[in-house]
T-cell receptor, first 113, second 113 residues
Framework: AQSVTQLGSHVSVSEGALVLLRCNYS??????LFWYVQYPNQGLQLLLK??????LVKGINGFEAEFKKSETSFHLTKPSAHMSDAAEYFC???????????FGSGTRLSIRP | DTAVSQTPKYLVTQMGNDKSIKCEQN?????MYWYKQDSKKFLKIMFS???????INETVPNRFSPKSPDKAHLNLHINSLELGDSAVYFC????????????FGPGTRLTVL
């Protein structure tokens, strides 16, 4: 079955520290991978997406993610956390043009001053 | 100039009532979706429509009935509301049935008492 797993429901880092949010997928075919961010009381917005081009994908707000086929991972990173990065982050996967997007369970990112 | 809008933003109602949530997108997209986000932030697709045609119908009770009068609108009607229906419901759209970015509405928080 197609699935995506986010390790850690809550991650807390200090302002200025590295942010690493983990995502692993299960797939027997090349996936299309996404990271979305949800700020409090808002809908989700796309941070970045991987669609079989470059394996290192740059997104908005200084975030990037690397597709590693051997590890079936698509971890999200940001070199230096900012207070405004505090939000819920969702990894998502899709496998074909007519299939649904499956979302992970989300990781809440908190930033300590 | 809101891209995807939902009404109402909040909905509080009694068990057994029937209610509707409306969604409109002004992006010219062909495909629209309904998602349910539970109290643990888990996001799951319910329905998708492409050019007013039902494409995805997940295992959702038939008390939930989507209606797409035109490709810019996708409404969700819920009969005989139950406590477990309490959640945030998100509408989203994509240009077509593909791996495109999903544009989400702000959500409708439904509370069933």
């Amino acid at each position: 079955a197609q699935s995506v797993t986010q390790l850690g429901s809550h991650v807390s880092v200090s302002e200025g520290a590295l942010v690493l949010l983990r995502c692993n997928y299960s797939s027997s075919v090349p996936p299309y991978l996404f990271w979305y961010v949800q700020y409090p009381n808002q809908g989700l917005q796309l941070l970045l997406k991987y669609t079989s081009a470059a394996t290192l994908v740059k997104g908005i707000n200084g975030f990037e993610a690397e597709f590693k086929k051997s590890e079936t991972s698509f971890h999200l990173t940001k070199p230096s956390a900012h207070m405004s990065d505090a939000a819920e982050y969702f990894c998502a996967v899709s496998y074909s043009s007519a299939s649904k997007i499956i979302f992970g369970s989300g990781t809440r990112l908190s930033i300590r001053p | 100039d809101t891209a995807v809008s939902q009404t109402p933003k909040y909905l509080v109602t009694q068990m057994g009532n029937d209610k509707s949530i409306k969604c409109e997108q002004n992006l010219g997209h062909d495909t629209m979706y309904w998602y349910k986000q539970d109290s643990k932030k888990f996001l799951k697709i319910m329905f998708s429509y492409n050019n007013k045609e039902l494409i995805i119908n997940e295992t959702v009770p038939n008390r939930f009935s989507p209606k797409s009068p035109d490709k810019a609108h996708l409404n969700l009607h819920i009969n005989s509301l139950e406590l477990g229906d309490s959640a945030v419901y998100f509408c989203a759209s994509t240009p077509s049935l593909s791996f495109d970015e999903q544009f989400f509405g702000p959500g409708t928080r439904l509370t069933v008492l």
